[in-house]
């Protein structure tokens, strides 16, 4: 009797632990001043969630978090990041205004206000949670379900994981073939621009001759 | 045992912080960051939704592996966006783009 209710005494520290790590790491993505820092923060975030999945017995999803988060959208923003000369600039936040502040609190407020009545006056708490089959079981059961009667989910999401993919790749095309058709509103005034050589574009003129005869033959 | 409702608290803190964060920044890597944290509020929702079932099935579990593909297809969306953004604009701040325009109205 006394070993059980240190066990639950246990796993509820454990809880408050990952839950203060969680919410603290989320804060800090969202309000260090330093980009790169921030992305990093939202990495360890993302692995301390994973937390959460162990105490629910969800061990498949504890990999998968830390390899698609941790592992994989992290280092893709970290990418964006560099890819980006003025991403690390901290004076990126100077237009947060005061207004726009108080607008963004008094709403998450109101989201966790509702939460809450949602979470504590509903009784959800009333509900136990039941256990889980053993860990191989666990794989075995979720793979079952997914593949035997929800096979038409896996596609689809397959099929959106591709569509953003190739949707992704036609962006950044589009955006090349967009640098040599500036869609501004001084080159549509000006379509002379393109036979000017003199300027800050006669330096990429080679290079951008080629690119064109490339965009052209596709 | 951990109750349901702390799970739902945390996951709805995490949810008010991702809104919080896509209302407040102008970076756009912040904005895709704060949509992250929420999909991770959702997340652990669900998969306390399914632990705490009269009967164990698999269906939250299934859903949170859908939500996190669609959540990784969705930030490499955001990504080649933003670099069209950057490419255009030369920032990825929101505010500075507004503000020039402004400016330029004047």
Redesign the interface.
């Known amino acids: 009797m006394l070993m059980q209710g240190l066990e639950?005494l246990l796993?509820?520290a454990e809880?408050f632990v990952i839950?203060i790590v969680?919410?603290g790491l989320?804060?800090l993505?969202?309000e260090h001043r330093e980009?790169t820092y921030?992305?990093f923060f939202?990495g360890f975030?993302?692995a301390a969630?994973a937390g959460?999945?162990i105490?629910?017995?969800?061990p498949?999803?504890v990999g998968?978090?830390i390899a698609?988060?941790t592992g994989?959208?992290s280092a893709?923003?970290i990418?964006?990041?560099l890819?980006?000369p003025?991403?690390q600039d901290s004076s990126?936040?100077?237009?947060?205004t005061p207004r726009?502040?108080r607008?963004?609190?008094l709403?998450?407020?109101a989201?966790?206000l509702l939460?809450?009545v949602?979470?504590?006056f509903y009784p959800?708490?009333e509900?136990?949670?039941?256990?889980?089959?053993e860990l191989p079981q666990n794989i075995q059961?979720?793979a079952a379900?997914?593949w035997d009667s929800?096979g038409i989910?896996v596609e689809m999401?397959a099929l959106?994981?591709l569509?953003?993919?190739v949707?992704?790749?036609a962006?950044?095309k589009?955006?090349k073939a967009?640098?040599l058709r500036p869609?501004t509103a001084e080159s549509h005034q000006e379509p002379a621009g393109r036979k000017d050589t003199a300027g800050s574009g006669s330096a990429s003129q080679p290079e951008t001759a080629g690119e064109e005869k490339e965009v052209g033959s596709e | 045992m951990i109750p349901l409702s702390w799970y739902l608290v945390v996951a709805f803190m995490l949810i008010g912080l991702g809104a919080y964060g896509m209302v407040t920044k102008r970076n756009l890597i912040r904005i895709i960051i704060g949509a992250e944290i929420m999909a991770n509020g959702v997340n652990i929702a669900l998969v306390a939704f399914s632990i705490y079932t009269s009967v164990f099935t698999f269906t939250g579990q299934a859903l949170v592996i859908i939500v996190i593909s669609v959540t990784a297809a969705h930030t490499a969306l955001a990504m080649a966006l933003m670099l069209m953004y950057n490419a255009r604009y030369s920032t990825v701040d929101l505010g500075e783009r507004v503000a020039a325009e402004g400016s330029k109205s004047e």
């Open positions: 639950v796993e509820q809880f839950a969680v919410l989320a804060y993505a969202l980009i921030a992305v939202f975030m993302a969630v959460f999945y105490l629910l017995e969800a498949f999803l998968i978090q698609v988060y994989g959208i893709l923003i990418f964006g990041v890819l980006l003025r991403a990126l936040e100077i237009f947060q726009r502040r607008l963004g609190l709403l998450s407020a989201v966790m939460s809450a949602l979470a504590f959800w708490s509900l136990s949670p039941v256990s889980p089959p059961g979720l379900w997914l929800h989910y999401i959106i994981m569509t953003a993919l949707g992704s790749v962006i950044l589009r955006m967009e640098e869609l």
